[in-house]
């Protein structure tokens, strides 16, 4: 078996991390689970699922204060209706590609595919650091 993709681990782990933590966020703010997840895209069955610890429990993002402020802003964003549903869905996806840039989730890949090695692999800061610098 092969490498899992930098792709694939950031739509299996990554994004769903990112998404527990903005549902924790919202709700932490005061949305219903129901509203936050109509505001994110998801169902609230999902949503519960991912306040349960069930989904999108495998990487602590908020563990980044960079990666967590920056899930802060787009909650603060969704809360004051100043994004789009479009709008949240390239938030999720920035984060989560700033996350693979910064080598931050290497180690989580790691345990998941063991021919992974953090320190020799140069795979997300070279593919994701210039999209950064837009």
Excluded: W
């Excluded at 005061?30 to 069930?54: D, K, N, Q, V, W």
């Excluded at 070279?126 to 837009?134: A, D, I, V």
Aim: proline share 3%.
């Amino acid at each position: 078996m092969g490498m899992l993709s930098v792709f694939e681990f950031g739509y299996r782990y990554v994004i769903p991390s990112i998404k527990r933590r903005l549902i924790e966020k919202l709700v932490e703010m005061g949305l219903t689970r129901r509203e936050a997840a109509r505001r994110i895209g998801l169902s609230s069955s999902a949503a519960s699922r991912y306040l349960l610890g069930e989904r999108g429990a495998y990487i602590n993002v908020a563990a980044h204060n960079d990666v967590d402020r920056a899930i802060s802003e787009l909650a603060a964003s969704i809360i004051d209706n100043s994004i789009d549903f479009n709008g949240v869905q390239i938030q999720i996806h920035r984060i989560a590609i700033y996350a693979l840039s910064r080598k931050y989730v290497c180690e989580d890949h790691a345990r998941i595919d063991l021919k992974v090695d953090p320190k020799l692999c140069p795979i997300c800061p070279t593919l994701f650091s210039s999209l950064m610098k837009q």
